[in-house]
């Protein structure tokens, strides 16, 4: 006797018919896989939003606009649109054998949904793109305050018209080819030679197409991805996965092959050899490294030759926060600002420890006074070098030759998507200063003894020890609690003593790029003596004062013992970039994060990702907890150097007879929510660089509730520090 039920062998009907449709649509799964990507990218990710913002702002301020960014982008959209219909649309006509058991009595209704299938799929397929990016043109507009640009609603509207025209243009173009040929829709193939020519001629042409596209992209991504723009970049992507996933779909298919499952083996075994992401290195002449107590003497005896007349001299600790692009903007705009408005102010900082972004900001802001910028001059070249459009090479070089390293079981350098971020660093310095500095030896920029550069120490992450990895020109000794000097990993365990006299260096741009490895957009850097690998400097702590307090700790105790160093105020400047980092703001003007988060949509935003949620809570609670703690850690840090500062400057005022009371020696530059999002990542739109432009002289913030910043009292209390207008 059956024990089966009605109800039963219909649900068991019922999914036999669901497997029946799966297996009849998997060979177009990849034309699908990538709309859901490019969906997740655009709607999900700021930075995919950022780069449809910075398609659609007007302005000049950074580099990212431009008529022939745009119309690559929208021919790009077009060949992934295309690509997706057309290689459904093949691989459904084929007549691949059966890996399953079809069910032998479809109802009509089954029937009719198979025929349906096979001639509207494609074209969904096709038209996806057009939907997603359209739609999310128009859903970026939420993201502006107030005002947002015009040619994005154009944009939105115009790509889903877009879609639709292209709809009715597949439909139409079916029409007509079964008016001449009746049998063409039920027409199947068991090999590719069979398709008709133009369908071979097209095949051809994509193939071509990518191949070249991949050619220029490992030649140099930096001058042809550059140029079209990162928009561009992942619209060409993604017709190309489509496309080569759609080849390995059919001749899988077509040999009865798990070729898919071969290739994702072949790239976990190539992983055991094809690292190839070596961290720079430049053979240069012999650098003696000093301590940090010899570099504060010799900073000591520069600034009382150079400013005789003044009987206290700040000496400033800079801690900037990392934070991609925006950080490094930021950063650079801040120091300056500060330079533009007082000369002195370079003379006067003695360290500035950074992290990510925040190191390429200060590296910048170092090269420029190594180079003598103009007086005047320093905030807008800084500006200018960082604000082009670094993301294009960067996703190239991803998304192609280091997306093909990964299936070569040997190591290409060339092919590492690392080394093309610095060479377009390199690239946008050379633009804007006309000089190589940025790809000669870090060192380099203390080379010239006539001209004072501030000490720098950028702080990367070790992989294999969770410590601190700081590059820097003075030399890393215990006194810097658990961190290894960068320069020492350059070199074999048997010359480690040689550290204070390298004749082995890092590019400058390598250098920054040593803090600033943002996750997965830059790999971890392998140091080849060891093998060991860093990291960007944020998993271990975000806003460099972690090492800046080291500095602090060593000048404290140095000016204790030395009557030579008497008149000397240490002070701290610290510089977040985070919009909600408002740890170490000023009491009367810092906002609450709760306060923030309820006074602007983009800062809301930005809170929202910080609230609780329940959605797989015990898979994912490590994993959220581990990326709090970063900001956990750098929040704590700026705090203890905050009140580390407060005693020992109370403590130096008092003994050099100094009222106390004014400026507390700690001064502390931020962001506060502006217009439009200014997102991490490693480009910026016109309306993200202007925003933070004008937040440096407090204006420019959110329409809907001003937020108080304190960016301006800052300033002007440190040039009145400088003139010793506060003693």
């Excluded at 092919?415 to 050379?430: I, P, S, T, V």
């Excluded at 929040?635 to 009371?661: D, P, T």
């Amino acid at each position: 006797m059956n024990s089966d039920s009605p109800s039963e062998n219909r649900a068991a009907n019922f999914f036999w018919h669901l497997e029946d449709v799966y297996h009849e649509l998997k060979p177009c799964r990849f034309a699908f896989i990538v709309a859901v990507v490019g969906a997740l990218v655009f709607l999900g990710v700021e930075q995919g939003r950022e780069v449809l913002r910075a398609l659609a702002e007007p302005g000049a301020l950074t580099g990212v606009t431009g008529v022939l960014r745009l119309g690559m982008f929208g021919a790009g959209l077009m060949i992934w649109s295309l690509v997706s219909w057309y290689s459904a649309r093949v691989l459904l006509y084929f007549d691949f054998p059966k890996s399953h058991q079809v069910h032998p009595q479809r109802t009509e209704i089954w029937r009719r949904l198979h025929l349906w299938l096979p001639r509207n799929v494609p074209r969904i397929l096709g038209v996806a793109p057009m939907v997603i990016v359209g739609w999310s043109f128009l859903c970026v507009r939420g993201s502006y305050e107030s005002d947002p640009p015009r040619l994005l609603l154009c944009l939105g509207l115009l790509t889903l018209g877009g879609g639709l025209v292209l709809y009715v243009f597949f439909v139409l173009r079916r029409r007509w080819i079964e008016r001449q040929d009746p049998q063409a829709s039920r027409r199947k193939y068991q090999r590719l030679r069979e398709l008709p020519h133009d369908s071979l001629t097209v095949l051809a042409l994509m193939t071509g197409f990518s191949l070249a596209l991949c050619i220029m992209f490992i030649v140099d991504p930096v001058y042809f991805a550059g140029a079209i723009g990162t928009g561009a970049v992942l619209m060409f992507a993604a017709a190309c996965w489509v496309f080569w996933g759609s080849a390995l779909t059919y001749f899988g298919s077509w040999k009865r092959i798990p070729v898919i499952t071969l290739v994702v083996l072949l790239a976990l075994i190539s992983s055991f050899f094809n690292d190839n992401h070596d961290v720079r290195v430049v053979v240069r002449d012999e650098f003696v490294r000093p301590t940090l107590r010899q570099a504060l003497l010799d900073w000591s005896s520069r600034i009382t030759t150079k400013y005789p007349e003044q009987r206290v001299h700040p000496l400033f600790i800079v801690a900037t926060e990392g934070g991609g692009i925006r950080a490094a903007y930021w950063t650079t705009t801040v120091l300056g600002t500060i330079q533009d408005a007082d000369p002195s102010f370079a003379d006067h900082i003695f360290a500035i420890s950074g992290v990510s972004g925040g190191s390429l900001g200060a590296a910048v802001f170092a090269a420029l006074v190594a180079d003598a910028a103009p007086q005047g001059e320093f905030a807008k070249r800084g500006q200018s070098i960082l604000g082009q459009d670094f993301l294009s090479p960067a996703a190239a070089a991803m998304l192609y030759p280091d997306f093909i390293q990964r299936f070569l079981p040997f190591r290409i350098l060339m092919l590492d998507r690392g080394r093309w971020l610095e060479r377009a660093w390199e690239n946008a310095w050379h633009n804007t200063m006309q000089s190589d500095r940025f790809a000669r030896s870090f060192l380099d920029l203390w080379q010239d003894r006539h001209i004072y550069v501030p000490s720098l120490f950028l702080n990367g992450t070790s992989v294999e020890s969770g410590n601190r990895i700081i590059a820097s020109n003075i030399l890393i000794d215990p006194n810097f609690f658990e961190a290894t000097d960068a320069t020492a990993k350059l070199l074999p365990v048997s010359q480690h003593k040689e550290r204070r006299r390298p004749k082995i260096d890092m590019p400058l741009s390598t250098v920054a790029h040593l803090s600033a490895r943002f996750t997965y957009v830059s790999p971890a850097g392998r140091f080849a003596p060891d093998g060991t690998h860093v990291v960007d400097g944020g998993y271990f702590e975000n806003s460099g004062a972690t090492t800046a307090l080291d500095v602090l700790r060593q000048v404290n105790n140095e000016m204790r013992q030395n009557a030579e160093l008497r008149g000397i105020i240490p002070q701290i400047i610290m510089i977040s970039n985070d919009p909600l980092g408002v740890a170490s703001g000023s009491h009367d003007l810092a906002m609450t994060k709760q306060e923030l988060k309820n006074v602007a949509r983009t800062a809301a935003a930005g809170a929202a990702r910080r609230e609780p949620g329940t959605f797989l809570e015990d898979a994912l609670a490590p994993a959220y907890a581990l990326l709090s703690t970063r900001d956990a850690r750098g929040e704590y840090a700026q705090k203890a150097i905050g009140q580390a500062q407060r005693e020992s400057c109370e403590a130096i005022k008092a003994q050099l007879g100094i009222q106390i009371g004014g400026p507390q020696c700690l001064y502390f530059f931020s962001l506060a929510p502006a217009t439009v999002p200014l997102p991490l990542g490693w480009m910026l739109s016109n309306g993200a660089a202007e925003a933070m432009q004008k937040e440096m002289f407090d204006s420019g913030l959110s329409a809907k509730a001003p937020v108080p910043t304190w960016n301006q009292s800052v300033l002007k209390q440190i040039v009145a520090e400088l003139h010793g207008e506060t003693h």
